[in-house]
């Protein structure tokens, strides 16, 4: 139980070109779902916060015209890199927490989508 | 504010050993949850194990235990019996509980690469 999947697992685009990512929770509901980015050998940096049914909460430093993040169902989140540059190479993370105990309920995460811009 | 430090960069067992690893932590929140995740090569976050702060009894999973010292703000994480396939990044994570601050965000320490020699 408990399985959160992320499309594409990989993808490649041009400079300039938007690419979205799709995070579902495939066996339960989850209210809330989160994104991070993980540098190379680095740790997981939470980028937003968004819950079903209304806009994301943004971490300061993260730019929310640029990183659109859409959470229409309990179980589907997407982000969207806009007008991808190199700088946003990167690996991108999701993770979602499950309807229950609200936030003491634990994440479950994606297995991660990498994203190369050329 | 919540930070996780993670002092061990790098980390090495003999299979069949014992290894701890180590974590610290300091928190406002007076409700707070601990966790240990697992990042393979395959780049899954995997959990480990969960620790409520409220509870005194260490958690345990299998050959996984923690040593949770509360007064210390000290979360460390025991392997026992290591196994090739525990070798991975671990990273140590807190979350706290109030709805009008991070509401159950984790926050991830930097991590530890733990290598298992056969």
């Known amino acids: 139980g408990a399985v959160v999947s992320q499309h594409p697992s990989w993808v490649i685009c041009k400079s300039g070109t938007s690419v979205k990512i799709e995070c579902r929770s495939l066996?339960?509901?989850?209210?809330?779902m989160f994104w991070y980015r993980q540098f190379p050998k680095q740790s997981l940096m939470l980028m937003a916060t968004?819950?079903?049914?209304?806009?994301?909460?943004?971490e300061q430093g993260v730019e929310k015209d640029k990183f659109l993040i859409n959470h229409a169902s309990l179980t589907l989140s997407t982000l969207t890199v806009t007008s991808a540059h190199p700088e946003d190479s990167s690996f991108y993370i999701c993770?979602?927490?499950?309807?229950?105990?609200?936030?003491?309920?634990?994440?479950?995460f994606g297995p991660g989508t990498r994203l190369l811009v050329l | 504010a919540q930070t996780v430090t993670q002092s061990q960069p790098e980390m090495s067992v003999q299979e069949a050993e014992t290894v701890t690893l180590s974590c610290t932590y300091d928190?406002?929140?007076?409700?707070?949850?601990l966790f240990w995740y697992k990042q393979p090569p395959s780049r899954q976050m995997i959990l480990v194990i969960r620790?409520?702060?409220?509870?005194?009894q260490n958690a345990t999973e299998n050959r996984f235990s923690v040593n949770f010292q509360k007064a210390a703000k000290s979360f460390s994480l025991k392997i026992s019996d290591s196994q090739l396939g525990d070798a991975a990044m671990y990273f140590c994570?807190?979350?706290?509980?109030?709805?009008?601050?991070?509401?159950?965000?984790?926050?991830f320490g930097k991590g530890t690469k733990l290598s298992v020699k056969p």
């Open positions: 928190t406002s929140e007076s409700d707070y949850y």
């Open positions: 993770s979602a927490r499950p309807v229950g105990r609200g936030v003491k309920e634990t994440q479950y």
């Open positions: 994570a807190s979350a706290g509980t109030s709805y009008g601050g991070s509401q159950g965000n984790l926050i």
């Open positions: 968004s819950n079903e049914g209304s806009k994301a909460t943004y």
């Open positions: 066996d339960f509901q989850a209210t809330t």
């Open positions: 620790q409520e702060a409220y509870k005194q």
